[in-house]
Structures are given as C-alpha cells and as structure tokens.
C-alpha cells in the first residue's frame, strides 16, 4: 500500500561518508526492514542497524542512538522542522499508492467551498491530485502553511493543526486525506468546520460527526473521574519532539493553586503499569496528544490531556473542549 523511495537518502548516505546508520521504520512497514537495509548496503557501502523499538513519529528519534551511529534514516515521517537533532537524520516519506478519485468524486457534494485541503504525512503526495480533482470539479481550494513543527503546506500530525488553523477564516470545510479519525476529528475541533475524510482504507468518503460523539462521551468520562483526583502526575515525555517541560511546569502550578497535589514525571514508552505503581489518582500528559486520547481503555486511572484537566479545574468550559496541540511555546 505504501512506496518507499531510498534513492534520496542513499545519495545523502554518501555524500556525508557516513558508515553505520541507524533505520527507523514504523510498525506497518517493519516486515520490509530487512529489503530497506539490505538496499542501503548495497547502494551505499555504509552498514546499517535496524532499530527494533516502534518509531512513532519524527519526534521519536532515540538521542541514545547516536552514541552508536554516525546518521539516522526515519522512514515514514517528515522532519519537524523545530527539532534539532546532535547528528545527521533523514526523514525519507512512505508514499500510499492507492488511487482516491472515486471517493474524491463522491466527497463533493458533502463538501462547501471554499474548501481547505489537509494530508496526513504519508499521504502528501496525495495533495497535489486531489486539489487538481476539485479545482477540475469547479471548487475553490485553500491550502494552509502550519507553524515550525511542519514541513508541508497542509501537512497535519496528531499533535498540530496549524496549517488548518491558519485558513480556518477563509474556508468553510475541509477534506483530509488520511487514516483513521484522529486527525480529522483534532482539526474540526479547532476550528469548528466541517471535514470529510479521504480514507484509503476505506471505499466511501467519511464524516466525523458520530464518531465525535462517541470520543466526547469517552472524554467526558474521564474527566468526571478524575474530578475526584487529589493527586496528580504529570507526565513529560522523554522522546526529543515531546519534551514539553514548560508546559507540564504551568500545569503542575495550576494545580497547587486549585490545592491539589502534583509532580512531575518522565516517561518515554507510555505503559499503563508503570502508572498503576507510581500510584497517582490521576495523571496528565504532556507528551504524544494521541497517547491520552487512543489509548483510553488501557488506563485504570483517568489519563487527561492538558486541556481535559483545564476542566476538571474549572478554568476552560467543557464547550470549549479541544485536542492538544505542541507549539514551540511549550518546550
Ligand atoms: S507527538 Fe505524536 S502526533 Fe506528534 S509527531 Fe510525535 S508521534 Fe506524531
């Protein structure tokens, strides 16, 4: 479903003599390591280590990594621009070769333009003829550049919207190519539009509406839950791109002024027993927004994001509920 091309990559191995690098694939494409490594050796000279832990992100390159190797490939993601790392990575992107123009076809009339246009990161490529297919369709197209944690002009990660956001006044719906809800779900959330989701999984064009309600009342009991929280534990993630230790240092000064108890803790992989012995009532992430949010029935104790404990304070309506986002302010 997804094409890999080294052939940039392999030129970079190159060009800067590097001998041992690293490979960081994700979960979906691990089965294909070995032909990615084996690639790279040969067209490169350079040796290559497979890392074997689940790589999320582009935010989630082991900074112990470098201690071993003289460069890192990241499959998969694009860099985020704002994350600078101590040796030489590059981000080689997984391109989905699934055709979308019968959904893109069936998606118009769901859609009111102008209409903003997103991807997902492995699903980029996809921008450029699904914005041909509607211009050719007679609508008007928007497309929004995001903060420094995005390299794409209407790239969207699971922890930032901004390229929506920055043209949330000047469409009145989006289409967004992707898998899965999470991402279309955070951007209707800030921004209040409609979106309808491209997903190549899928036959027919999606909306979110029922799945919204579904995640709000899931959210919504947590929240209540954790109103009964005295002490709280929040969590900075170790991973480089989820440090947000200024952020976890206002929360955990929220907290003390509303009288309730808070300390800090780092975590790199969330695993619901290492929380359970720490022994909190309830704990905050300021880590992956997507960890609090996907991962709701591993956790016996209330898990919130940091907007989720703004209500459970009383300091945000519960109206005004939205996903979390990493902006550079926070780190
Ligand atoms: S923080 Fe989460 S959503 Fe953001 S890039 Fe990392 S893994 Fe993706």
């Not at 929506?164 to 000047?170: L, Q, R």
């Not at 509920?321 to 780190?331: A, L, W």
């Amino acid at each position: 479903m997804y094409d890999v091309d080294l052939a940039s990559a392999i030129s970079e191995i190159k060009r800067l003599k590097v001998r041992v690098v690293a490979l960081q694939v994700p979960e979906g494409l691990k089965r294909r390591a070995y032909q990615y490594a084996e690639d790279i050796e040969n067209k490169s000279g350079a040796e290559v280590v497979v890392v074997a832990e689940p790589c999320f992100g582009a935010c989630d390159v082991p900074s112990s990594l470098f201690d071993l190797v003289d460069a890192v490939i990241n499959v998969g993601h694009s860099s985020i621009p704002s994350i600078k790392f101590a040796k030489p990575v590059i981000f080689v992107s997984a391109r989905s070769n699934v055709p979308l123009i019968d959904q893109l076809k069936k998606s118009v009339d769901m859609l009111t333009e102008p209409v903003g246009v997103l991807a997902t990161t492995p699903h980029l490529m996809d921008l450029e003829p699904v914005i041909e297919g509607l211009e050719s369709l007679g609508l008007k197209i928007k497309l929004g550049e995001g903060d420094t944690r995005i390299s794409h002009a209407g790239e969207v990660l699971g922890c930032n919207y901004t390229s929506a956001m920055s043209i949330g006044n000047d469409v009145n719906s989006y289409i967004l190519i992707g898998s899965g809800t999470f991402h279309a779900l955070g951007v209707h959330l800030a921004t209040g539009k409609k979106v309808v989701v491209l997903d190549p999984n899928l036959e027919e064009p999606q909306e979110i509406d029922q799945i919204k309600d579904r995640m709000l009342r899931q959210r919504h009991a947590v929240i209540e839950k954790a109103q009964r929280a005295r002490t709280f534990g929040i969590v900075i993630g170790e991973k480089i791109g989820q440090r947000r230790l200024r952020r976890a240092r206002e929360l955990r000064k929220l907290l003390r002024w509303k009288k309730r108890d808070a300390v800090l803790i780092m975590m790199d992989k969330f695993d619901p027993d290492k929380l359970k012995s720490l022994g909190f009532d309830a704990y905050v992430s300021t880590a992956c927004p997507r960890i609090a949010i996907d991962d709701v029935a591993m956790y016996d104790k209330p898990l919130l994001t940091p907007q989720e404990l703004e209500i459970v304070l009383g300091v945000r309506e519960w109206g005004n509920y939205v996903f979390d986002q990493m902006t550079d302010d926070e780190f």
